[in-house]
């Protein structure tokens, strides 16, 4: 789904550049309100993640693979704003540094994989949770639909904006029959990845996890023939999993899924590849501004050995999203905490 460089106009190219970087502006306001001390760290993790498991691509159909978007998963994790600013981080650290994904195409591909997506699945999802029984069933149950929608949703964004902005002359009708085709089954694949990690995470810590909050529904008693909420516990439940293992436990699986389970990912392209390929629409593809970078095609480059050259590049990726990441997380937290500190709010007593 990284839009290359050439399939798309530079009117349309910049049109999206201006609603991407509107939407980083306000999901960072956003990312405010959901981030604290707690969540900060997990959101710089779920970029690696999310790195890591798109270098996995998997068999789909005759000659096709698909991978991880990562949309719905960030944002069921931690927020739907700070879930768009994780796939944009992921975005930009391909698209510099491992020649994934067009520059001039930037803001087609954070519109497209971290908006359309992040958007779509939360609110489908926030939407299921409304009528399903409350429970961690019902929130690994809802992130399955909710990444199953999400990828053929991405593919109808690209249609749309091929439309409009394409530099080629194919029929839209083949284009979206074809893209949303493959992509219903690709997005099957998302949302079993996105189902299990969420699941795996409520398992141990529904605390740190964004859309599982208030679902724990409290304790009624039958008084005098009436339900009433029984006293809150007066002490926490204590967490199966403290905050630095979880952290840690998804680091060092990021590591180990990009710098070696890598290797073994379908070598056959992805949806938008293969649809292009077959329908034209690559025919003005444009060589990437990056693609003399050290680590492009997700590579080191002097590194002989193909095992180790992908292994390297893998673990300097996750490496320097989760860095990068943290970062940005890290300063829209202090951003909070600045609003919020007792300068700002004196004089608000009575």
């Known amino acids: 789904m990284h839009v ?35 969540t900060a760290p997990l959101a710089g993790l779920v970029a690696a993640f999310i790195f890591a498991v798109q270098m996995l691509n998997f068999p789909v159909a005759a000659g096709t693979s698909g991978h991880l978007l990562g949309g ?17 981080v992921v975005l930009l650290m391909q698209g510099v540094l491992f020649a994934d994904g067009g520059l001039t195409a930037l803001g087609v591909n954070i ?6 997506t992040t958007v779509v699945s939360y609110a489908l999802f926030r939407g299921l949770l409304a009528v399903l029984p409350r429970g961690r069933r019902s929130v690994t149950a809802a992130s399955f639909v909710a990444a199953l929608v999400s990828v053929p949703a991405a593919a ?17 009708g083949k284009v979206a029959t074809a893209m949303i085709g493959v992509h219903v089954l690709i997005g099957i694949g998302e949302a079993v990845i ?50 630095r293992t979880l ?16 290797f073994y990912a379908s070598a056959d392209p992805d949806g938008l590849e293969k649809v292009a390929h ?12 990056a693609s003399d970078s050290p680590l492009a095609d997700y590579g080191v480059k002097d590194v002989s050995d193909a095992r180790l050259s992908g292994g390297l590049a893998g673990v300097i990726g996750v490496g ?25 709010t004196a004089g608000t007593g009575a």
């Open 278 to 289: 077959d329908k034209g629409i690559d025919k003005k593809a444009e060589a990437h501004a």
């Open 72 to 88: 719905a998963l960030a944002a069921i994790l931690v927020g739907p704003c700070t879930g768009v600013l994780c796939v944009s």
């Open 111 to 116: 519109t497209d994989m971290a908006l359309v």
């Open 194 to 243: 996105t189902a299990l990690t969420v699941g795996a995470v409520v398992a141990v810590r529904p605390d740190l996890v964004h859309g599982a909050r208030g679902l724990r529904q409290r304790l009624q008693l039958r008084v005098n023939g009436t339900l009433v909420d029984a006293p809150a516990p007066s002490a926490p439940v204590a967490a199966r999993t403290s905050r």
């Open 156 to 172: 109808v964004a690209f249609t749309l904006i091929y439309a409009i902005g394409g530099t080629t002359d194919v029929s839209i």
């Open 4 to 38: 290359p460089d050439g399939f798309i106009d530079a009117p349309t190219s910049a049109v999206t550049g201006v609603v991407a970087a509107g939407a980083l502006a306000v999901s960072l306001r956003g990312a405010r309100r959901e981030l604290d001390e707690r």
């Open 320 to 344: 320097v999203t989760v860095v990068a990441g943290s970062a940005v997380f890290w300063a829209v937290r202090r951003r909070r905490d600045a609003d919020v500190s007792p300068a700002s």
């Open 247 to 262: 952290w840690v436990t998804g680091l060092v699986t990021s590591l180990v899924l990009a710098g070696f389970v890598s």
